[in-house]
């Protein structure tokens, strides 16, 4: 069983060889798209020529068997070319019109998701969790599929006034699109890590320890040749845990979950926004995080009954204000939602006009 | 499915209708060459659903010969009661720019990892990498020379160039001003020393995304971004505009208000744009594709810095130079990156993004030293406090 | 006019028809008892305007018996080419709230400064006080117990409360939704101790405004800026507004459209307002004031922290307190007011001011200091990113 | 000559002796305004009665012989009763309405600047400058002479789209409303503070003066017992020269002013607003200041010929954009105008929809 010879540095390969002969032809040359249903579009070339895009809905996590079948039903309707959009969503790229509704009736039929194109809910980004990263302070897949599963109508059906975008991060790392989503969950940590000095002395560089805390929490312990840290300036970020392993930062009783709202990336209309706070706290509970999903149909229900005709879910709440956001939706504000590190001065009032 | 583990938490997983990540590292198990890995990522995961805690160690430094990254090495710290998963490193594949594939080519991407791994992927990481979940030490090197034989190369990790990514652009979007995938592919492979051998001060990001739109989230998630635009004026298809309006849209209320700089008017059934005050947003044209398209003049808008909230908060990218032409071969674009990684490289600290050198610096020595000139584009607004810097040259003037 | 001096560049601008200061100061050595102050004055400022320097010595520390503050020292640095301005030091005049006066009481300022001083004087100063411009150290004293014993005070100076300053309010605005010179007054009475006593970290500033207007700048340049708002509806007279519809307001254009909630409709020469909506900016308001008037159910807005750029740049005051209710004697007010200057006094550095301290310290401790919870009205947007801090008391709930 | 008592902690006389008899009889119970004429406006309370009010611009610096004369005025026509604004204007208030023209026709006669209310420039606030404090980095009454010489018609006659705000101030100490103004003077050095070491050792306190710069550019020299200053990190600020009056900043080469523009204060329509760097830098140029006077005009024309009718500077320039700012009043974009002190966050362009 010899191996074949390795190469190095060649990149990826080509997209081209990827590219459905439609799509080569026509490509850079495109004129309108029309969405023919939540899961179904139609891109017109200048040409004429027509692609037809099927999307569905993927946990991401993906075992080899599921790609196979995936495979086996872009060959069967769609000469096998297919593609995976930037939300992990899956596309076949239909090249022929007539096979569209036999694909997407046998994707219904085989309990496929159909849907999220257009202004509904669409695939959530999310990271790693308890799944594969030590950093995983919640988990996230879990997150996504009970959240996915309420708003499943949301991405099938349903309209929105405009495309919501979910994500979840399982810490403040932030791996997935969490800080410039519509709704996302981010995992926090509430408590100041544990030190446990003789790993720490062993195994940590102490002046890469104590400059790797934005508060400047840590100071060196000569003592003990390991480090302190000040309860009083920590904000649990963990990034001494990422320098320094026996900082332990994990805490199962009071870990738990964030959920930020309001961002935004495109430039339509308005600037690319970041999230905000909306409720700093849910304990984990796993496995369906049920308060977690409540609050999050809760504030998108809020939205699709308040909100304007392509108004983002940042757009929205900026055109009402935040007072407004706070009491149509009933959640509590509290001193966590006050921001006291770096945009401080860009978000305290500073104004005398107001709502109540 | 073997069953070796109750999971009763994770089973509530598989009930509703969104597809079940559980359900699918149950099937993993079937047809990797390695079951136990599946079965014992599945057991660790229900402990850790029962218990609320992680059991994974911090990353040791694993990888294939000659390359510094694109494997994240993972350990089980309960190697004991899940041997399965002692080792469970994951593989970054440089994805296709676009993530477009052929059954063919993800068949035989499958067929290696079940050979080689837990037959559990990600499709996609959240950077753009075929990711390939579960493997052991040992498996690299062979896995190695199976894929990059087969013409697959390993994505970025550590601090080095990540791999690049871009949306569908050209290949299926009428308003890509750019050729998203074509520079996303010309700039991975012109940086790939970068990308597999990491000598950075820290990771480095480049997406791309043919309009502002910006269907892979450039200006937020990485540290070079590229954005599609145009000079010129927007295209309109007067008869076209009639059918919306006919077919029932409100143009005044959806379109015409909704302008950000209201240099749109709507009368007697035409749409008329100042397009000097324009600032190519995308809205109007997002809405009323048949009617309304990009100029003709395209390039693109380099931004620069964007990143997750660690260590000082979250960053957008920033404006650098408003507008570059992009042709083939992309030399200017390819130029201007150099210089700004190279300034980058010269004066970060470890662990320090380029956003937040420049924070730290200032715009002014950036600028300077890529060779930019200052521009009203750059900026929200001017400064408002009265505390600024001058350096010799301006003196001369 | 002595004419001690050559002044051709000064008297450059005397020409013009805006009043001239430089003849102010010329006019001024003819009613002092000293008029080689303000001929020296001159002299210098002359020079200062061909050699583009200034001539002034850093402050002494000077005052009257029992106070520390209320007197700026001054010294020239050029006393012997100009001694009749070796001193030179201003004196603050604490003004009457509004700064009302009668003809008979400006009269007695100047007899008495014209025997002290050298008859120059800024009507007002930026804190809002009567700056007596220019006098000597042995003259403080005979000029205290002159002014004192007519019922005139110094206003503050130095590390201290400084002189409170407000807006003219009821006493002819129609807007006024708190006595905005009744409150001036009786927190200058109240802090009199704080004012004349500098013991503060630096110094604190208080101003008064009767709504959103703001005309006295209290949300730029007050530590504590009181600014007066409604709770209920705006009343509408509609008979006046057909009257301005018919004087020819476009009042879609210039009321509705312009107001920033989008709260406001008019049709068929009505303006109808959604009041849970509205921001109480005042716009609608000071554009139609015979038609519109603020509510009934009147009160402050308390906000706190704004200031010059120095150190840090500049603060605008933030929103603490969104409505506090304003009726003599203020208890409410009062008792805020000096929580929040406990707070201050207890944590700060010297030289920080409140703005800076919270800056530093977070919003938390200062709520919770002076006994406020949050509210969403404090913040513009909640916090973005994902650092917050928990207190042990939030882990009880 | 026998002093009278000398009394402590009166405070100030009572406003309410100075009221007009119809101020206090309708105190807190006015019903609205006119404004008669850009000097002259009326307050109609709701029992009927009238106050009005004739608004004359002053140079604040005032010598007793000129109060002595407004004072004249005041019992010539109105009882005597007179205040000052907060932009320091003075107001004869007239409760009887015969004696408002004569009062307008006397005040015209003798030259007095009749004007000031209603949307137009108001006087111009400002601070002492060369005139009398030690810090001042250019005069501040001879450039507000020249500007409202200049702009005088906008005081007394012409409108504009709505209120303009003035002010000039003599250095960053901003003793006026400069950091929230529609256009404003600010004075600023452009030279590292040269250090006096033997002065500096001999009068100051080294911890507060190394801890007075924001930019940390200090650092105790102890060779010298004084100081060093990073030329790298100065900005100019010079707070280390009000700490410790022997680190010498001021540079008559040099030093000169900036112009900033779209503050506001009010909170009507939008937030109240930071003043913004339109021009980083005009030399000293007494004593009329005559390219500043240029530059200021020009941007006062540019909003008349823009702005829609009720926004302000600042309103106006974030409705069209900085981009277009800069190019219809043709002022040059420096590296100056990119901030990279407190607010670089908020103030980087993070958006990729903005004017060429
Ligand atoms: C397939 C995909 C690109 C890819 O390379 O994979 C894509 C494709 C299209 N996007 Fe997108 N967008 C895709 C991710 C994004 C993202 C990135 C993200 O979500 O992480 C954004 C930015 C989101 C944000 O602002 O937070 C994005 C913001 C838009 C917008 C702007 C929406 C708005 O008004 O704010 C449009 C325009 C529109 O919908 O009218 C748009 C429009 C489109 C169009 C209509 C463009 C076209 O003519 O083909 C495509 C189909 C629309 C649809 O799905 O409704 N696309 N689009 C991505 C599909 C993700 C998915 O599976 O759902
Ligand atoms: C696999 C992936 C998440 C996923 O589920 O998709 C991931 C996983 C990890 N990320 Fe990430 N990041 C991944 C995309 C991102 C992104 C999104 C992106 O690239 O668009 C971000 C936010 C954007 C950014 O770069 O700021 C991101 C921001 C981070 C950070 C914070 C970096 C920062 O400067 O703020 C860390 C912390 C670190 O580097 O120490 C981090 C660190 C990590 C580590 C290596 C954990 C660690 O501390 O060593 C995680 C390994 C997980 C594991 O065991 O598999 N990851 N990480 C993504 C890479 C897959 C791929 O190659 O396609
Ligand atoms: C006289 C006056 C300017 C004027 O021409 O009207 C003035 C004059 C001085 N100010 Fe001021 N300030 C005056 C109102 C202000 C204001 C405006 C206000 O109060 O509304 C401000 C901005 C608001 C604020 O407080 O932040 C102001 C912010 C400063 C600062 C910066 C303080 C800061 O925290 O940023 C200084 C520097 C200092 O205190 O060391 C300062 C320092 C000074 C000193 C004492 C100079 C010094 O460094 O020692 C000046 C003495 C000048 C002199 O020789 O006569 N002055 N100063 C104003 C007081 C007159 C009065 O009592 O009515
Ligand atoms: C007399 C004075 C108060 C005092 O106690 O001295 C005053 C008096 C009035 N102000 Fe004011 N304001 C006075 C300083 C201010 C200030 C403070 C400042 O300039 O430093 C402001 C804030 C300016 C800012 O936002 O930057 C101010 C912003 C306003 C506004 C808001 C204008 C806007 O639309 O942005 C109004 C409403 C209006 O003009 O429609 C207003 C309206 C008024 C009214 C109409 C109120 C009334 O019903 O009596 C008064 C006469 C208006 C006029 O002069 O045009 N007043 N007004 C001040 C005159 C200063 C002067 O001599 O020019
Ligand atoms: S967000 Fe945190 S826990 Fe999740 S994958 Fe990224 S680093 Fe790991
Ligand atoms: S968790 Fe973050 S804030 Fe706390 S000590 Fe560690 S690095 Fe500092
Ligand atoms: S970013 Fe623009 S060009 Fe690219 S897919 Fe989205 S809409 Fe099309
Ligand atoms: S692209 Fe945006 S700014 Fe330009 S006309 Fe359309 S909506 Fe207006
Ligand atoms: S702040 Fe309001 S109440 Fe006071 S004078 Fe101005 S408009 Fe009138
Ligand atoms: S006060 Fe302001 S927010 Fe309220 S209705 Fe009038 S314009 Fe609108
Ligand atoms: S601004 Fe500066 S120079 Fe002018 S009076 Fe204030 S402290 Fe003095
Ligand atoms: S002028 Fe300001 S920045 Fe420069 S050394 Fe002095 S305090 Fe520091």
């Known amino acids: 069983m010899s191996l074949p010879e390795r190469k190095t540095d ?42 037809y895009t099927v999307r569905v809905g993927s946990p991401r996590l993906l075992s080899t068997s599921s790609i196979r079948e995936i495979c086996d039903l872009a060959e069967k309707y769609c000469d096998g070319y297919l593609r995976f959009t930037t939300r992990n969503n899956i596309e076949f790229l239909v090249s022929d019109k007539s096979k569209v509704d ?65 994500a979840v991060a399982c810490c403040v790392n932030m791996c997935g699109a969490v800080h410039c989503s519509d709704i996302a969950v981010v995992a926090v940590h509430r408590k100041v890590p544990v030190v446990d000095d003789e790993n720490v002395a062993k195994m940590c560089e102490i002046p890469t320890t104590v400059a790797s805390c934005p508060t400047s929490a840590i100071r060196p312990n000569p003592k003990t040749k390991s480090i302190t840290i000040n309860e009083e300036k920590c904000m649990y970020c963990g990034n001494c845990f990422t320098v320094c392993p026996p900082i ?17 990336i495109g430039s ?80 305290l009032r500073t104004s005398a006009a107001f709502k109540f | 499915m073997s069953g070796k583990y109750k999971t009763p938490l994770l089973d509530e997983l598989e009930k509703g209708p969104w597809p079940s ?12 060459s390695m079951p136990q890995m599946a079965d014992d990522e599945l057991g660790q995961l229900e402990k850790s659903y029962s218990t609320r805690l992680g059991y994974w160690k911090h990353g040791g430094i694993v990888g294939v010969l000659g390359y510094g990254g694109g494997v994240i090495g993972r350990y089980s710290s309960l ?76 994505g970025g990790s550590g601090s080095a160039m990540r791999t690049p990514s871009c949306c569908v652009g050209m290949a299926r979007c009428e308003w890509a001003n750019i050729d998203a995938m074509d520079i996303c592919n010309t700039m991975t492979q012109h940086f790939q020393d970068e990308l597999h051998r990491p000598a ?24 070079l971004s590229i954005i599609g635009t145009w000079k010129d004026n ?119 993004r380029i956003g937040e050198l420049i924070e730290a610096k200032g715009m002014r020595p950036f600028l300077e030293a890529i060779g930019v000139p200052p521009q009203p584009q750059q900026v929200k607004e001017p400064r408002k406090d009265p505390f600024f810097f001058w350096a010799e040259s301006d003196f001369k003037k």
Chains 1, 4 share one sequence.
């Open chain 2, 234 to 352: 927007i295209q309109i298809d007067q008869a076209e505009v009639k059918k919306y309006a006919d077919a029932g849209m409100d143009i005044q209320a959806e379109i015409v208000d909704m302008c950000p700089t209201s240099c749109m008017s709507y009368d007697n059934g035409e749409i008329k744009i100042n397009d000097a005050q324009c600032a190519r947003c995308m809205h109007c044209i997002s809405k009323m594709t048949k009617a309304l398209k990009p100029g003709k003049e395209k390039g693109a808008t380099i931004l620069v810095g964007s990143k997750a909230p660690i260590v000082v908060g979250s960053l957008l990218s920033w404006v650098i130079v408003p507008f570059i032409e992009c042709k083939p071969p992309y030399d200017e674009l390819k130029d201007l990156t150099e210089k700004i990684i190279e300034w980058w490289d010269d004066n970060a600290k470890p662990r320090e």
């Open chain 1, 268 to 347: 339509l209309r308005t600037s690319p926004k970041f999230s905000k706070l909306a409720i700093p706290f849910f304990y984990n509970d796993p496995p369906r995080w049920p308060k977690v999903v409540d609050a999050i149909k809760n504030i998108l229900n809020v939205y699709a009954a308040n909100a304007r005709k392509h108004e983002r879910v940042g757009e929205w709440v900026e055109r009402v204000g935040w007072e407004e956001f706070f009491k149509l939706t009933g959640i509590e504000f509290t001193f966590q939602h006050i921001d006291d590190f770096t945009f401080m001065r860009d978000t």
């Open chain 2, 21 to 32: 990540f559980v359900t699918e590292i149950k099937k993993a198990a079937q047809s990797s």
């Open chain 1, 10 to 51: 060649i990149g990826p390969p080509h997209y081209e060889q990827f590219l459905p002969p439609v799509i080569k032809n026509n490509y850079g040359k495109w004129k309108y798209h029309e969405v023919l249903s939540p899961g179904t579009m139609v891109h017109v070339a200048e040409s004429g020529d027509e692609i």
């Open chain 1, 248 to 264: 332990q930062i994990h805490n199962p009783e009071e870990d738990g979950v964030a959920i930020v709202v309001g961002g935004k």
């Open chain 2, 79 to 154: 190697p004991d009661e899940f041997p399965g998963i002692a080792h469970f490193h994951t593989v970054r594949l440089n994805q296709p720019s676009g993530f477009f594939y052929t059954a063919e080519a993800l068949r035989m991407v499958c067929d290696i990892w079940d050979k080689y791994g837990s037959g559990l992927t990600n499709l996609h990481g959240s950077t753009g990498d075929l990711v390939l979940l579960g493997t052991t030490t040992e498996n690299l090197e062979p896995l190695f020379a199976e894929y990059s034989s087969r013409g697959w190369d390993l």
């Open chain 2, 200 to 223: 950075f001060p820290y990771k480095f990001k480049i997406k791309v995304s043919g309009c502002a739109c910006d269907c892979v989230a450039a200006i937020a998630r990485a540290d």
């Open chain 1, 102 to 166: 036999p694909l997407v009736a046998e994707l219904k039929e085989k309990k496929y998701s159909v849907g999220g194109i257009g202004p509904r809910v669409s695939n959530i980004i999310h990271t790693q969790g308890w799944v594969h990263c030590h950093s995983a302070c919640t988990d996230a897949s879990g997150i996504v599929k009970a959240i996915m599963d309420e708003l499943y109508e949301y991405f099938t059906e349903k309209t929105l006034p405009n495309k919501v975008r979910i």
